[in-house]
């Protein structure tokens, strides 16, 4: 009993004591200790002092979490930041224009796989591209993985063999998610590694945030929805899916099933033959069947060439959170379930461009386009585009790619290249024409908008001066709401030059006020690598070098805002009598597209891109006059 009495004091007693160390350092673990022990053994223990702390375990790394931290991710952000602007000013431009390949990283490591290790093979140049996805740095001699669409590929990177300005710029200003290009030669390692032995290297994006870690990749299901782009790069398996969802399509075609696109209809022929044929009240709704016969032929051709120059077939959503890619009117709709409003897409641009930055490189898709806008004969409500996009290509590409297109499809229908377009004779016989947009206004008006600089006052001035200008009411808002000299340009272009340019042209490089998307001018400050093609006074295609720097993105984006809403704010004080529907083209909310911004940050290589205007190529390769003749069901007003 006295061993016991003894026990419970001490336990009383230590139990008091650890109260008062806890309320002294609340970080020191509170700890009970339950002993048997002998009376004098327990007066012992009334004597000790507080238990020294337990030994700090080491940190296990492997069970960190494998998300950053908006701080370290905000932190890394900056610090890359100050590299694109240390970039800069040492001459070097972080977000390149072009990169030519002469390899992939899969077709080298099929070509060269029988090298001996420790080999050398410098009787070919060698040159790739991708984003590096590991690096590892032993003093004179720098190892990085780059991966591309097909693979991946190590760069050994030699003190000796580069330049002293150049390794310095490997060590102190690339890092893990950069796309970079490289040259050099072929390189069997000791321990058996295939390498691009680098000679020469260019940085041609600057990622601004870090890829998730390589341990754990993207584990968040929610964020891998959100954000495909980065489940793209973090698990290259995601892209293969996509890959092969394209391809099940295009076998499928192969076997004679096509597929259609028309109004949101899938009409597919077996067997190779394509009828679709509706009644009410007896009459056939589908007009024309040899245009909608040749649009088939046309889509079909135009799959063939871009399956032909390696691009894949993707789709993207309909229905969109945000409507951007262009400035149109979008058409609005309310999802009940989320509860939230939804848009049609005005363009598939932003959501391929994410394709892009996800790791694919050549990408295209033949969609329907809905636009809240005016009815005419060259407009229709939801109308069919492609849309593609090739990486470490500039818009001269595309310049290629459009006649490549197009020549395609008219041999396909016609067999020749001169054909009849109500009674005129066109010739798509290559090369094209090709003029800058400033050149073809000079030549139409004799007024060069160079000599304007930034006056847009000026410009203005010299625009209402001109014969022909509407100056009534509705043509003076829509000048006077110009805010800038590229934008007078521009409707000086659109009232004298369009109509005039029938033969195929290509008008190049757009004022960057009216090109929010497109790369700035290598060339000439204020403008940017665009072309439009225009034929019989239409236009049929747009493409540009695409703009690859995510805070020159911002920054166009919020121009945009501010001109569209200055733009409202002028015509809201006009009332048009003759049509109070164009009062409306600028009634609708323009909003930063953040989740395309993000996706930039992370990296899109160098690219070229186009639209093209199916719905109008088939007016021009079937004579027909109104687009209403090439769309089987044409969105028409209600008959009273």
Same mark, same amino acid.
């Given at each position: 009993?006295?061993?016991?009495?003894?026990?419970?004091?001490?336990?009383?007693?230590?139990?008091?004591?650890?109260?008062?160390?806890?309320?002294?350092?609340?970080?020191?673990?509170?700890?009970?200790?339950?002993?048997?022990?002998?009376?004098?053994?327990?007066?012992?223990?009334?004597?000790?002092?507080?238990?020294?702390?337990?030994?700090?375990?080491?940190?296990?790394?492997?069970?960190?979490?494998?998300?950053?931290?908006?701080?370290?991710?905000?932190?890394?952000?900056?610090?890359?930041?100050?590299?694109?602007?240390?970039?800069?000013?040492? $001459?070097?431009?972080?977000?390149?224009?072009?990169?030519?390949?002469?390899?992939?990283?899969?077709?080298?490591?099929?070509?060269?796989?029988?090298?001996?290790?420790?080999?050398?093979?410098?009787?070919?140049?060698?040159?790739?591209?991708?984003?590096?996805?590991?690096?590892?740095?032993?003093?004179?001699?720098?190892?990085?993985?780059?991966?591309?669409?097909?693979?991946?590929?190590?760069?050994?990177?030699?003190?000796?063999?580069?330049?002293?300005?150049?390794?310095?710029?490997?060590?102190?200003?690339?890092?893990?998610?950069?796309?970079?290009?490289?040259?050099?030669?072929?390189?069997?390692?000791?321990?058996?590694?295939?390498?691009?032995?680098?000679?020469?290297?260019?940085?041609?994006?600057?990622?601004?945030?870090?890829?998730?870690?390589?341990?754990?990749?993207?584990?968040?299901?929610?964020?891998?929805?959100?954000?495909?782009?980065?489940?793209?790069?973090?698990?290259?398996?995601?892209?293969?899916?996509?890959?092969?969802?394209?391809?099940?399509?295009?076998?499928?075609?192969?076997?004679?099933?096509?597929?259609?696109?028309?109004?949101?209809?899938?009409?597919?022929?077996?067997?190779?033959?394509?009828?679709?044929?509706?009644?009410?009240?007896?009459?056939?709704?589908?007009?024309?069947?040899?245009?909608?016969?040749?649009?088939?032929?046309?889509?079909?051709?135009?799959?063939?060439?871009?399956?032909?120059?390696?691009?894949?077939?993707?789709?993207?959503?309909?229905?969109?959170?945000?409507?951007?890619?262009?400035?149109?009117?979008?058409?609005?709709?309310?999802?009940?379930?989320?509860?939230?409003?939804?848009?049609?897409?005005?363009?598939?641009?932003?959501?391929?461009?994410?394709?892009?930055?996800?790791?694919?490189?050549?990408?295209?898709?033949?969609?329907?386009?809905?636009?809240?806008?005016?009815?005419?004969?060259?407009?229709?409500?939801?109308?069919?585009?492609?849309?593609?996009?090739?990486?470490?290509?500039?818009?001269?590409?595309?310049?290629?790619?459009?006649?490549?297109?197009?020549?395609?499809?008219?041999?396909?229908?016609? $067999?020749?290249?001169?054909?009849?377009?109500?009674?005129?004779?066109?010739?798509?016989?290559?090369?094209?024409?090709?003029?800058?947009?400033?050149?073809?206004?000079?030549?139409?008006?004799?007024?060069?908008?160079?000599?304007?600089?930034?006056?847009?006052?000026?410009?203005?001035?010299?625009?209402?001066?001109?014969?022909?200008?509407?100056?009534?009411?509705?043509?003076?808002?829509?000048?006077?709401?110009?805010?800038?000299? $590229?934008?007078?340009?521009?409707?000086?272009?659109?009232?004298?030059?369009?109509?005039?340019?029938?033969?195929?042209?290509?008008?190049?490089?757009?004022?960057?006020?009216?090109?929010?998307?497109?790369?700035?001018?290598?060339?000439?400050?204020?403008?940017?690598?665009?072309?439009?093609?225009?034929?019989?006074?239409?236009?049929?295609?747009?493409?540009?070098?695409?703009?690859?720097?995510?805070?020159?993105?911002?920054?166009?984006?919020?121009?945009?805002?501010?001109?569209?809403?200055?733009?409202?704010?002028?015509?809201?004080?006009?009332?048009?009598?003759?049509?109070?529907?164009?009062?409306?083209?600028?009634?609708?909310?323009?909003?930063?597209?953040?989740?395309?911004?993000?996706?930039?940050?992370?990296?899109?290589?160098?690219?070229?891109?186009?639209?093209?205007?199916?719905?109008?190529?088939?007016?021009?390769?079937?004579?027909?006059?109104?687009?209403?003749?090439?769309?089987?069901?044409?969105?028409?007003?209600?008959?009273?």
């Amino acid at each position: 009993m006295d061993a016991l009495r003894a026990w419970r004091a001490s336990n009383l007693l230590g139990f008091a004591a650890s109260r008062v160390v806890t309320a002294a350092s609340a970080a020191r673990p509170l700890r009970l200790r339950l002993r048997c022990c002998s009376s004098a053994a327990a007066t012992t223990n009334q004597k000790q002092q507080q238990p020294p702390p337990p030994p700090r375990l080491p940190q296990d790394r492997r069970r960190r979490n494998a998300s950053t931290s908006t701080s370290d991710r905000d932190s890394i952000r900056a610090i890359r930041l100050k590299k694109v602007e240390e970039l800069r000013g040492k $001459g070097y431009e972080p977000y390149a224009y072009k990169w030519d390949r002469t390899h992939t990283t899969k077709k080298l490591q099929e070509e060269y796989t029988h090298l001996e290790n420790g080999e050398i093979f410098e009787e070919v140049a060698v040159s790739i591209a991708g984003r590096i996805v590991a690096r590892r740095a032993f003093g004179k001699l720098v190892f990085m993985t780059i991966r591309d669409d097909t693979g991946t590929i190590q760069l050994y990177c030699e003190k000796d063999n580069l330049t002293e300005d150049q390794f310095e710029q490997l060590k102190a200003f690339i890092d893990i998610g950069d796309i970079i290009g490289a040259s050099g030669s072929i390189k069997k390692t000791e321990k058996g590694e295939l390498s691009l032995y680098t000679k020469n290297f260019e940085i041609l994006t600057k990622s601004l945030l870090p890829l998730p870690d390589k341990y754990h990749g993207l584990t968040d299901v929610d964020k891998r929805y959100r954000q495909r782009y980065v489940d793209m790069i973090a698990n290259p398996e995601v892209a293969d899916v996509f890959r092969t969802r394209a391809k099940t399509r295009n076998k499928v075609e192969k076997k004679g099933i096509l597929f259609w696109d028309q109004a949101k209809l899938d009409c597919c022929a077996i067997g190779r033959i394509a009828i679709l044929i509706q009644y009410t009240q007896n009459t056939p709704l589908v007009q024309n069947c040899q245009s909608h016969k040749d649009e088939i032929s046309v889509v079909s051709e135009i799959r063939k060439t871009m399956e032909s120059f390696g691009f894949i077939e993707v789709e993207t959503p309909v229905l969109q959170g945000a409507a951007g890619g262009a400035e149109a009117r979008p058409f609005i709709t309310y999802h009940n379930s989320l509860q939230r409003d939804l848009y049609l897409r005005i363009a598939t641009e932003l959501h391929l461009k994410r394709m892009l930055v996800g790791g694919l490189e050549r990408v295209y898709e033949i969609g329907r386009i809905f636009r809240n806008e005016g009815i005419s004969t060259r407009h229709n409500p939801e109308f069919t585009t492609i849309e593609m996009y090739e990486a470490y290509s500039d818009y001269e590409s595309m310049m290629k790619m459009a006649e490549e297109i197009v020549v395609r499809c008219t041999m396909a229908t016609h $067999g020749k290249l001169k054909i009849d377009y109500q009674g005129t004779e066109i010739s798509l016989e290559r090369p094209w024409r090709r003029e800058t947009m400033h050149s073809l206004v000079k030549e139409a008006t004799g007024i060069d908008f160079n000599i304007f600089g930034q006056d847009v006052e000026s410009a203005k001035s010299a625009a209402r001066g001109l014969p022909g200008i509407n100056t009534g009411s509705r043509g003076s808002t829509s000048l006077q709401s110009c805010s800038s000299v $590229g934008h007078v340009l521009n409707e000086v272009f659109e009232t004298f030059v369009e109509s005039t340019l029938v033969q195929p042209t290509f008008v190049l490089d757009y004022p960057v006020e009216i090109s929010p998307l497109a790369k700035p001018h290598r060339s000439y400050a204020g403008l940017t690598e665009r072309f439009e093609l225009f034929i019989c006074g239409r236009e049929i295609g747009n493409a540009f070098s695409e703009l690859t720097d995510p805070i020159d993105q911002r920054r166009r984006f919020e121009n945009q805002i501010k001109q569209h809403n200055a733009t409202r704010a002028a015509r809201a004080k006009v009332k048009f009598t003759e049509d109070q529907g164009d009062e409306d083209d600028y009634s609708y909310e323009v909003c930063l597209d953040e989740d395309f911004l993000t996706s930039l940050e992370y990296g899109m290589p160098p690219a070229s891109g186009m639209g093209l205007g199916i719905d109008r190529l088939v007016m021009l390769l079937t004579n027909s006059a109104s687009i209403r003749d090439v769309i089987a069901f044409p969105v028409l007003k209600i008959q009273q």
